[in-house]
């Protein structure tokens, strides 16, 4: 499927969403180092964890907005919530007013509009291309958010601790351009019937009760129970390059020099070194997704997840053990192979894992790895009061150990499952 074939509501988002990521991607890596200076690094983490709470119980509404009330409209109305957000959120880093607490309000509610927004981007992906080309599209988007992920910390160090306040404001003109492109060159995408299927559910109260209905499969499941757990495991490690590893740095590496010629030389502190940290890894997973991917198919399941999560938990006893920022690079190298090495391969394996007849419920239950992980890795920044750096490091480490171990018993019981539980469920 060539560019000149794409619809018009895809060409017009590609170049919209990708500005916008690169804008997100220049303050959220951050936001964890912020709040730690300003509230403490202990009412941080729990801040944080409410945030994240917040936009795990909006995102299961989500799905539900973009069927009920269209994809266009639900896009549109969260990039105006998220241009109000903009808004209190650099004035509350303006010349006028410094305030964490609305900035912590403007960063929580910008993530609640994201969780609106996304749900009916991707559905609005699959309702305008064809079943063989969507694989294709998806990853395209997926390469621009990757691309995001490298221009914008690097720039986000610079402009984020620098000029807060003028580059907030332009991220509240930037989605004021949004909601204009967005209302004015896209169009309704929701299925014909759509309509229809959507009435079964009533209320949302009931569509609330059906999502939840189909967790349930989680508990019917053992094998997948333990997948789901493992996943959890692990993502206490990977997720804390926006928490742990950022407030770590930050205040632990202090200004070295990186390298020198003559009479220049190229210096960077904590700040520095954390945002090439973040744009080495998005970096290397926008490059290499694929061709590592193709490799890992040739292993056993079993070795490439268990090798990750080993790789995530020596990257992150590294980190913890040093502030040479040389080493923290080949830390960071050692994290993003680990993520490499199953970011290719989870859907597969899911698919696999789950009965035909239940194989949509098993995707929609498996990103609760991620929704119940991300709520959950925040509360690492409030042990470091408790326990220090390098146990809480240490600590991470080993729940990605157990994580490992609890992946070599999923997948000892897959392999000794009836070939009748794979196709009808239990």
């Not at 601790?161 to 995408?189: G, K």
């Not at 220090?388 to 018993?409: K, V």
Request: charged content about 15%; proline content about 3%; some cysteine.
């Amino acid at each position: 499927m060539k560019w000149r074939d794409w619809d018009i509501n895809l060409k017009v988002r590609l170049i919209g969403e990708g500005i916008f990521n690169i804008l997100f991607w220049m303050y959220f890596p951050f936001m964890a180092i912020y709040f730690s200076k300003s509230f403490g690094q202990e009412t941080a983490g729990f801040l944080l964890v409410l945030s994240q709470v917040i936009g795990t119980v909006f995102g299961l509404f989500g799905g539900y907005c973009a069927d009920h009330f269209g994809r266009k409209k639900m896009m549109v109305f969260s990039a105006i919530g998220q241009t109000v957000c903009f808004f209190f959120f650099a004035l509350a880093n303006s010349p006028w007013l410094v305030s964490p607490i609305v900035t912590f309000i403007s960063f929580s509610f910008l993530g609640l509009f994201g969780q609106l927004y996304w749900p009916a981007s991707h559905a609005m992906i699959a309702d305008v291309v064809p079943e063989e080309y969507r694989a294709k599209v998806f990853a395209i988007f997926y390469t621009s958010i990757n691309v995001a992920v490298i221009i914008g910390p690097i720039l986000g160090g610079i402009f984020f601790f620098n000029y807060r306040f003028p580059f907030l404001s332009v991220c509240a003109a930037v989605s004021v351009i949004l909601v204009f492109v967005l209302r004015t060159w896209i169009h309704e995408t929701v299925p014909a019937g759509k309509e229809k299927h959507l009435k079964a559910f009533g209320r949302w109260t009931d569509y609330l009760k059906y999502q939840l209905r189909d967790y349930r499969v989680i508990f019917k499941d053992n094998v997948f129970l333990l997948y789901i757990l493992a996943g959890i495991c692990v993502a206490q490690t990977f997720m804390q390059l926006d928490l742990l590893i950022a407030v770590y740095t930050t205040e632990n590496v202090r200004e070295q020099t990186l390298m020198s010629l003559g009479n220049w030389a190229l210096h960077l502190d904590g700040k520095s070194a954390f945002s090439l940290m973040v744009s080495i890894n998005g970096l290397l997973v926008a490059l290499l997704t694929v061709i590592v991917t193709r490799w890992m198919t040739k292993f056993k399941e079993s070795t490439v997840f268990m090798g990750s999560s080993f790789c995530y938990g020596i990257a992150v006893i590294i980190i913890g053990s040093t502030v040479n920022i040389w080493l923290l690079f080949l830390a960071i190298v050692i994290f993003s192979w680990a993520e490499l090495m199953t970011v290719g391969v989870q859907d597969s394996f899911i698919a696999k894992l789950a009965p035909e007849n239940l194989r949509g419920q098993y995707f929609a239950a498996a990103g609760l790895r991620f929704s119940l992980g991300r709520t959950i890795a925040p509360l690492t920044i409030p042990l470091t009061v408790l326990w220090g750096y390098t146990w809480t490091f240490f600590i991470l480490s080993l729940i990605a150990f157990l994580g490992m171990g609890i992946y070599g018993i999923v997948f000892s019981l897959f392999n000794r499952r009836e070939p009748a539980e794979m196709i009808i469920g239990k």
